[in-house]
Nanobody, 127 residues
Framework: VQLQASGGGLVQAGDSLRLSCAAS????????MGWFRQAPGKEREFVAV????????YYADSVKGRFTISRDNAKNTVYLQMNSLKPEDTAVYYC?????????????????????WGQGTQVTVSS
């Protein structure tokens, strides 16, 4: 399984970015897909997750209403649309995948639930 995240960059507060994570080596529709982020000096934290066919999503409170996760199973890709970006959104963003996890909020928000990780893409939001 390989996950390739892209779309990061340097933006100003209030701007938007869309991250993509292209997956290969798996039957994509069998996997729950998540986004996590890690800011300098901080632990990796949950951002958003989407169920296998996209019918369910869950967000961290800090991004709810600003970020939208979606997936295109035909393209083996998961997206994170980030609007109204804030300086505190600055972090390396990682996509993650797991085939076996149960879609409950406690499980999907834990990085320990995911077996596969991408390499990360840097998002920097200036004030």
């Amino acid at each position: 399984v390989q996950l390739q995240a892209s779309g990061g960059g340097l933006v100003q507060a209030g701007d938007s970015l869309r991250l993509s994570c292209a997956a290969s080596g798996l039957t994509f529709s069998n996997y729950v897909m998540g986004w996590f982020r890690q800011a300098p000096g901080k632990e990796r934290e949950f951002v958003a997750v989407i169920s296998r066919v996209g019918g369910s999503t869950y967000y961290a409170d800090s991004v709810k209403g600003r970020f939208t996760i979606s997936r295109d199973n035909a393209k083996n890709t998961v997206y994170l649309q980030m609007n109204s970006l804030k300086p505190e959104d600055t972090a390396v963003y990682y996509c993650a995948a797991d085939k076996n996890l149960m879609f409950t909020t406690a499980v999907v928000s834990s990085q320990n639930s995911y077996a596969h990780w991408g390499q990360g893409t840097q998002v920097t939001v200036s004030s």
